[in-house]
């Protein structure tokens, strides 16, 4: 029903930026809670960013706090994590999320309904 489209990964130095983009189909994209979530390998998926549907409010884990900023354009239907300062320990598949159930943003991986196919950020010491 929704596609989240990621782009934006790469391989980066460590201290680097990277703008991580997500493009949803749909008409009622302003209704979706989005989420930003990590994966590193031999480790669970974790909560990276969220932001609330008007965008009015966000969210982050203490591990990226200061370093990123997650924002939304909804007429572009598009999310975005903008990642400054990046360390190795920042190194994982990075997904977009959609959660059309809740209107605050959830941490925990279950409460998303769709999600990107995830896009690889490499941060090299």
């Known amino acids: 029903q929704v596609q989240l489209v990621e782009s934006g990964g790469g391989l980066v130095q460590a201290g680097g930026s990277l703008r991580l983009s997500c493009t949803a189909s749909g008409r009622t994209f302003s209704y979706y809670v989005m989420g930003w979530f990590r994966q590193a390998p031999g480790k669970e998926r974790e909560f990276v960013a969220g932001i609330r549907r008007s965008g009015d409010s966000t969210s982050y884990a203490d591990s990226v706090k200061g370093r990123f900023s997650i924002s939304r354009d909804n007429t572009k239907k598009t999310v975005y994590l903008q990642m400054n300062s990046l360390k190795p320990e920042d190194t994982a598949v990075y997904y977009c999320?959609?959660?059309?159930?809740?209107?605050?943003?959830?941490?925990?991986?279950?409460?998303?309904?769709?999600w990107g196919q995830g896009t690889q950020v490499t941060v090299s010491s």
């Open positions: 999320a959609a959660d059309v159930r809740n209107m605050i943003v959830m941490a925990r991986p279950g409460e998303y309904d769709y």
